[in-house]
């Protein structure tokens, strides 16, 4: 013998429905909630090293102030000279060697040559840049 489902009921089928949906909606609020948690925890991360990094600069902001009104009263040194390192010197400017010139065979009667031409020469000294 079996159950033969004639008309359903919709207060009970509303109910089950009803049921679902909650469930539902509580899963998504609490999957908002864990990353609306995550995302705060981020935040005061980077809110701690951003007021770290702000700390410091303020501190070399006052080293600075305190340098440049020393120097300009005449009792301290530099403050850019102190900051740089005494052997940061650029090395001197040496130009490259220079390859010789191929010599090539002289060209038979009078016609113009782009290897003897003043632009030829000037194309070889600017070829190393």
Known sequence: MGWVVTRWRTDRLAALLDEDARASARQLLWEAER????VRAAAVRETGSAAET????ERLGVELREGVRLYRLGEGTDPL?????????????????VAPRPRRRPRA?????????PLAAMMRATAGR
């Open 35 to 38: 990353d609306a948690e995550r």
């Open 54 to 57: 702000l700390g410091a600069i």
């Open 81 to 97: 000279a102190a900051a740089a390192p005494a052997e940061a010197k650029a090395p001197p400017l040496v130009p490259p060697e």
């Open 109 to 117: 009667g009078s016609r113009a040559s782009l290897h003897d031409s």
